[in-house]
């Protein structure tokens, strides 16, 4: 019987909030409207259920809750398994072969990078501390400065 009245409700269906009765929540926000509700009644003398946190008891029935609460069955299947007869055959794979190569990153002599600082103009930069007009004249600058010329041979499209 106490099971049956926890069983899952509608998501939209309006719940009675356990520290105000004048209070109706639907399900989907029950568990925001006890944080806040939970707040301002600090000396209710209620626990909330450690398997659905909308689960707002007396302590004086906490015990008695914790063994009946519905929600404790999906925790315990996850933990214990049932029956013997209901575990999954789990098959161990062999590890992969490791392939033979000729390739070693380890001994590659190779610098770490630097950046070319002789190409420093092609990076736009934001102008901070200017006047909207300069700011604009600034960026004007830098795009005609990023943008290869019509005479340079860049990447070319088939079309």
Request: charged share 25%; net charge neutral; glycine share 2%.
């Amino acid at each position: 019987m106490y099971a049956h009245s926890m069983a899952e409700p509608n998501p939209n269906q309006l719940m009675t909030c356990p520290y105000n009765k004048a209070h109706q929540v639907e399900h989907y926000r029950m568990s925001f409207h006890l944080q806040k509700c939970r707040l301002q009644y600090p000396n209710s003398q209620k626990g909330t259920c450690m398997y659905d946190a909308t689960h707002v008891i007396p302590d004086v029935e906490m015990n008695f809750h914790l063994l009946e609460c519905p929600k404790r069955y999906m925790l315990d299947t996850k933990m214990y398994v049932m029956e013997p007869y209901e575990t999954p055959a789990v098959t161990v794979l062999p590890a992969p072969p490791v392939l033979p190569t000729e390739e070693n990153w380890d001994n590659d002599n190779v610098t770490t990078y630097v950046p070319d600082l002789s190409k420093k103009n092609d990076i736009l930069w934001k102008a901070k501390g200017l006047t909207p007009s300069e700011r604009r004249k600034v960026r004007m600058e830098g795009v005609k400065n990023y943008r290869p010329s019509q005479n340079d041979e860049g990447p070319t499209t088939a079309t």
